[in-house]
């Protein structure tokens, strides 16, 4: 059965990146033309990732970008399948450069229409290998547990995904034989809850205070800069509110070309108050505001984290490419 590709009328990419791999989130509308979107079911999907492409390399840092394609299969009313490619470009930044292996997973995939568009979200990962450096020590090893509550008006959590752990080391001191880190994480859970309605994959991040008191060798008095390395992360779904994430790993000195990277942040920069004014406001707004403003995509404010969109009327926006981060909202508004 040949396949048919399909014309993308905006396409919206995330990236996240942690120690353990390379996440992109994406949701885009294709365009279906109307004898098509006509003949068939629209509650039968069926999405495969067909092929994984990187088009960037080492030398194009801070940037990584590639492409996905994907097949969907769609039941035609006369019981038979039609089969649909979709090739998505994907693109993001990155704070250092990485090294990633070729293959990727598709994690999530899910399919709604509307009218004769077709909303496609997908969580695409790309493993990310991790080798330390012969310059590198280990000092010791740390635990990590944190409870995550979703806040309102976000939607419940039906399924996590995926998770994203950055642990930001602001200080480190050593005392009385153990290292004393201070700093913060950055944890992202990217979850689904298809009983929604429009959009069904959303991404929430938080801010965490980071403690460890880590016993080290005696002799070692004084240290530059540490940086950990997640050996294992785990999550547990406890209810539709409540997300606990259980982790260890090592710290180990820094590199000798990496001293600046301490003070680097991998996605987004650290809230503080004047930022955290902003997202209280804009979330109470959203809960407050008509579905006419919240359904617009005129702005560049579409981001996966604080803009939780609707189908409705989203055929009618302009053919655009977005690319954001998650967590970070542009302070003057573009219309495209």
């Not at 298809?194 to 801010?207: I, K, M, P, S, V």
């Amino acid at each position: 059965m040949q396949s048919k590709n399909l014309t993308c009328m905006w396409n919206d990419v995330a990236l996240l990146t942690d120690q353990r791999a390379c996440t992109f989130l994406c949701k885009a509308m294709l365009m279906l033309s109307e004898e098509e979107a006509a003949s068939l079911q629209h509650d039968t999907q069926q999405i495969q990732l067909k092929e994984w492409k990187r088009q960037s390399s080492v030398e194009e840092y801070p940037y990584l970008t590639g492409s996905a394609t994907l097949e969907i299969a769609c039941s035609h009313l006369t019981g038979e399948q039609k089969l649909f490619l979709a090739e998505l470009p994907l693109s993001g930044r990155v704070k250092y450069p990485i090294t990633i292996k070729e293959d990727a997973r598709l994690l999530y995939s899910s399919g709604r229409f509307a009218d004769t568009s077709l909303l496609i979200e997908f969580v695409l990962q790309i493993p990310q290998e991790l080798h330390l450096k012969r310059t590198q020590v280990i000092a010791g090893q740390f635990d990590m547990e944190e409870l995550l509550e979703l806040p309102e008006p976000w939607p419940d959590c039906a399924e996590v995904l995926t998770t994203a752990a950055v642990a930001e080391v602001q200080n480190c001191t050593v005392n009385q034989q153990k290292l004393l880190v201070e700093g913060q994480y950055l944890l992202t859970v990217v979850y689904a809850d298809e009983t929604q309605r429009g959009e069904c994959l959303f991404a929430w991040q938080q801010h965490r205070p980071l403690q460890w008191a880590i016993p080290v060798p005696a002799g070692l008095q004084d240290l530059t800069g540490v940086q950990p390395y997640y050996q294992s992360l785990a999550v547990q779904l406890l209810d539709t509110r409540r997300i606990q994430l259980t982790g260890s790993g090592v710290v180990c000195t820094l590199p000798d070309d990496s001293t600046a990277l301490q003070q680097e942040e991998w996605i987004v920069e650290t809230d503080d108050e004047e930022e955290k004014r902003k997202t209280d406001s804009f979330a109470e707004q959203k809960v407050q505001s008509s579905p006419s403003v919240i359904n617009s995509r005129g702005s560049r404010r579409a981001n996966l984290s604080r803009y939780m969109r609707d189908l409705n009327g989203m055929g009618q926006s302009p053919t655009s490419v977005r690319n954001f981060e998650i967590g970070q909202e542009p302070e003057e508004t573009e219309k495209i």
